[in-house]
């Protein structure tokens, strides 16, 4: 996962969600001068400094890396666009969020190009029209979308619908209010990446995900914050193993 060197609260969210999820042995790679921040805030995380953009290149090139995360808090800057691209040219699982669906603005089908392995695509209403122009309502612009893309797309909202690029689509019920809270979308994110770690298809990693997020969410009730989530997380997957 990468983490940005000024909004980290955002990586540090999705990182202890994705481990909450189950990702067993979870990184945060971020720049050196935001390393402190990282390794004084986490514990069971690992933080990895990168001294400059090009140190993430060997990090990705570790072949026991079984999904990747990038964009919250990362920075609408090339080096997100880069390390983005770089991380799909890995042909392994990759979660997209905020700056790294947002800085791909003004060339998206550069972004479409490069999705050729498993990818899941988590915009709210305002990135994904930075990107996508697709018409009609909500369930049908996010299936244009993924077919378009060939990601597995999660258009966020209160009605959150999630699509495959082979027409499955599914619309989240269980989306209570407080999930309106900054944050959350991030947690979502590593929520969906712990799942992929763990060698869950994209459309079924990210359909659980929002579910489990939304379950999470109802079980605290008001007064939610982003950062309660993560810790949210055991009881939901307990409930979900008594109905196996």
Same mark, same amino acid.
């Given at each position: 996962?990468?983490?940005?060197?000024?909004?980290?609260?955002?990586?540090?969210?999705?990182?202890?969600?994705?481990?909450?999820?189950?990702?067993?042995?979870?990184?945060?790679?971020?720049?050196?001068?935001?390393?402190?921040?990282?390794?004084?805030?986490?514990?069971?995380?690992?933080?990895?400094?990168?001294?400059?953009?090009?140190?993430?290149?060997?990090?990705?090139?570790?072949?026991?890396?079984?999904?990747?995360?990038?964009?919250?808090?990362?920075?609408?800057?090339?080096?997100?666009?880069?390390?983005?691209?770089?991380?799909?040219?890995?042909?392994?699982?990759?979660?997209?969020?905020?700056?790294?669906?947002?800085?791909?603005?003004?060339?998206?089908?550069?972004?479409?190009?490069?999705?050729?392995?498993?990818?899941?695509?988590?915009?709210?209403?305002?990135?994904?029209?930075?990107?996508?122009?697709?018409?009609?309502?909500?369930?049908?612009?996010?299936?244009?979308?993924?077919?378009?893309?060939?990601?597995?797309?999660?258009?966020?909202?209160?009605?959150?619908?999630?699509?495959?690029?082979?027409?499955?689509?599914?619309?989240?019920?269980?989306?209570?209010?407080?999930?309106?809270?900054?944050?959350?979308?991030?947690?979502?994110?590593?929520?969906?990446? #712990?799942?992929?770690?763990?060698?869950?298809?994209?459309?079924?990693?990210?359909?659980? #995900?929002?579910?489990?997020?939304?379950?999470?969410?109802?079980?605290? #009730?008001?007064?939610?914050?982003?950062?309660?989530?993560?810790?949210?997380?055991?009881?939901?997957?307990?409930?979900?193993?008594?109905?196996?």
């Amino acid at each position: 996962m990468f983490g940005g060197p000024v909004m980290t609260g955002a990586a540090r969210m999705a990182a202890r969600a994705a481990a909450r999820a189950g990702a067993g042995l979870t990184t945060i790679a971020a720049p050196e001068r935001a390393w402190a921040v990282y390794a004084g805030a986490l514990t069971s995380i690992m933080v990895q400094p990168l001294a400059q953009p090009a140190d993430l290149a060997p990090l990705l090139a570790d072949t026991r890396i079984t999904g990747m995360l990038i964009g919250p808090g990362a920075g609408i800057t090339a080096d997100t666009r880069a390390h983005a691209l770089a991380m799909l040219g890995t042909g392994r699982p990759v979660v997209l969020d905020a700056d790294a669906i947002s800085v791909f603005k003004e060339a998206p089908d550069d972004l479409f190009a490069a999705i050729t392995g498993p990818c899941v695509m988590t915009p709210h209403e305002g990135e994904f029209r930075r990107i996508f122009s697709e018409a009609g309502d909500k369930l049908t612009r996010t299936r244009a979308a993924a077919c378009l893309s060939g990601a597995v797309v999660v258009l966020k909202g209160s009605d959150t619908v999630v699509a495959a690029p082979d027409g499955r689509a599914v619309i989240n019920t269980n989306a209570p209010e407080t999930l309106a809270t900054a944050g959350s979308g991030d947690v979502l994110g590593g929520i969906i990446l #712990g799942l992929l770690t763990q060698g869950m298809e994209p459309f079924l990693a990210a359909s659980a #995900g929002v579910w489990m997020h939304g379950a999470a969410a109802a079980a605290f #009730g008001p007064g939610l914050l982003a950062e309660d989530l993560p810790d949210l997380l055991p009881p939901v997957l307990r409930g979900l193993q008594a109905l196996v």
